[in-house]
């Protein structure tokens, strides 16, 4: 199957610091990424949605100044949380498509720890 | 948006029981249905998936049941064994987004 690459799994921050998470499409062209957060015992939450060149669509609730998203060329998406706090600990995880409603590849994650 | 339901959050069954999975969702423009396996810590992995144009699917011990009309999928896992314990999530996707269902953690007692 294809890969998405994801990086870091994980990351230790201080408050009010900014973290920078970045998925990228191995072998394929990733025109779509889903973004997820996942918090312990919990489903995935889809936070937004990022299509090559054009400003992501973020889910009700997702503070879009707060979880910048960008998705600058086909194989790269960033998801930059910024100023975090504690409550944005969780994991990350994104998730593309190989095209329009088919099977999707999952990035490792990344545990964000924020103290 | 779409919503996705799921049934049960748990689930255990004896060794070589079947366990049964249901999901519903509510946008009709949805025409592709997943389900996913996750251990603790790690990415979902893909076990089946199912399109709209299709009302069955089966893959060895797994099979997937897709009611259009009723908007319902199930995930059917016969002859259980110890290693089929972990979190199934279902999923439905539509042109331009995924999203899943609450997730069932399945225990399998040997």
């Known amino acids: 199957g294809a890969v998405v690459s994801q990086h870091p799994s994980w990351v230790i921050c201080k408050s009010g610091t900014s973290v920078k998470i970045e998925c990228r499409s191995l072998?394929?062209?990733?025109?779509?990424m889903f973004w997820y957060r996942q918090f312990p015992k919990q489903s995935l939450m889809l936070m937004a949605t990022?299509?090559?060149?054009?400003?992501?669509?973020?889910e009700q609730g997702v503070e879009k100044d707060k979880f910048l998203i960008n998705h600058a060329s086909l194989t790269l998406s960033t998801l930059t949380v910024t100023s975090a706090h504690p409550e944005d600990s969780s994991f990350y995880i994104c998730?593309?498509?190989?095209?329009?409603?088919?099977?999707?590849?999952f990035g490792q994650g990344t545990r964000l720890t924020v103290v | 948006g779409e919503n996705v339901e799921q049934h049960p959050s748990t689930l255990s069954v004896q060794e070589g029981d079947s366990a049964v999975i249901k999901c519903t969702y509510s946008?009709?423009?949805?025409?592709?249905f997943p389900w996913y396996k996750q251990e603790l810590g790690k990415r979902p992995q893909l076990i089946i998936d199912?399109?709209?144009?299709?009302g069955e699917k089966k893959d060895q011990r797994i099979a997937v049941t897709l009611n259009k009309t009723a908007k319902h999928f199930s995930l059917h896992i016969t002859e259980t064994q110890p290693e089929d314990s972990a979190v199934y999530f279902c999923?439905?996707?539509?042109?331009?987004?995924?999203?899943f269902g609450a997730g069932t953690r399945l225990t399998v007692k040997p």
């Open positions: 998730s593309a498509p190989r095209g329009g409603g088919t099977e999707a590849f």
């Open positions: 072998d394929f062209q990733a025109t779509t």
């Open positions: 990022s299509n090559e060149g054009s400003k992501a669509t973020y």
């Open positions: 946008d009709s423009a949805s025409n592709y």
């Open positions: 199912i399109r709209s144009n299709v």
């Open positions: 999923a439905a996707s539509g042109s331009n987004d995924m999203r």
